[in-house]
């Protein structure tokens, strides 16, 4: 077995975890502390059905149509800041969502003025993103095993997604190469080196069935890197202020007293943005990178 970010073969068995109908193994890496699940591929992507999307499976997610509007507050902050980031020398913007979904986030760079394209492993909710902006524009298959057309995309996200990739290194060289000169990649995912993964150690809620692959801040730093982007910034949290936050968590209230989870809502963002040298107090993160 070899790590499958530095192609190590010092990795270690971290943590079993039995909180699933089928133990989850996590093995770490010694050389660059990148953690990962022991799965076969071609079980990898197997989640993803329309039961993973109607909580009708052990292992399940929301189906983001139900909260469109409210989700809409993030999306527009997000891409009004990558709009601003990249620095492609064309008129014409292309936009690559990885893990697209049904396609909100793209709706939302549609409406800024990018050309929207999506890569989405799920055929239920793939195949909707398809009909939405077209069967050319949304590629259904993982990232790994999709070709993309090299020097095309002006801006790439991949928000809670790089960690359900079984071979992140190799969709990494692949994105990297799809981007224009002074193109930007948003990566959301978790800190394993965050406080908060620390102090919950195997009992942090990160650990699930589909989630193949856990970075720390400077493992995924040093990966793009690596794979030869010239700017890479960490965010705590999110790259974003609150207020998007509070506005979206309303999607979830069903009366006014749900408005007092806008206290913890705060808190965590607020913790999310304190550090200590190289230590985050949360675990959850934003990675930007330009080319």
């Known amino acids: 077995m070899n790590c499958r970010l530095c192609c190590s073969e010092e990795i270690n068995e971290k943590y079993v975890i039995n909180n699933f109908n089928q133990p989850i193994k996590i093995f770490e890496c010694e050389n660059c502390g990148f953690m990962f699940q022991e799965v076969e591929k071609n079980l990898a992507y197997k989640f993803y059905t329309e039961d993973y999307y109607s909580n009708k499976q052990e292992y399940s997610y929301l189906d ?17 800041i990558l709009k601003n980031l990249e620095k492609t020398k064309v008129l014409d913007k292309n ?29 239920y909710s793939g195949g909707y993103a398809k ?14 095993d999709i070709d993309l057309p090299d020097n095309f995309f002006s801006v790439i996200t991949m928000v809670e997604v790089v960690e359900h990739i079984f071979d992140p290194k190799i969709a990494l060289v692949k994105l990297y190469n799809s981007l224009l000169e002074g193109g930007i990649i948003l990566i959301q ?6 406080l908060q993964a620390k102090i919950f150690g195997k009992n942090y809620h990160y650990y699930l069935p589909g989630h193949l692959s856990y970075f720390t801040h400077k493992n995924l730093k040093k990966i793009l890197k690596d794979v030869g982007f010239k700017w890479v910034k ?6 974003f202020g609150l207020l998007p936050k509070l506005l979206k968590s309303r999607g979830d209230f069903s009366s006014f007293k749900d408005y007092l989870k806008w206290i913890r809502i705060s808190f965590y963002h607020f913790m999310s943005k304190l550090r200590i040298g190289g230590l985050f107090f949360t675990s959850s993160m934003v990675v930007i990178a330009r080319k």
């Open 64 to 80: 983001e149509r139900k909260k469109e509007n409210f989700s809409r507050y993030v999306w527009e902050k997000r891409v009004k």
């Open 95 to 123: 936009f690559l969502d990885v893990g697209c979904s049904f396609g909100g986030l793209l709706q939302v760079a549609k409406e800024n003025g990018f050309n929207p394209y999506g890569i989405e492993v799920s055929d």
């Open 131 to 144: 009909k939405r902006f077209g069967s050319d524009k949304i590629f259904i298959g993982s990232v790994e």
């Open 189 to 194: 995912t978790a800190n394993m080196a965050g």
């Open 234 to 239: 960490i965010y705590g949290g999110v790259e």
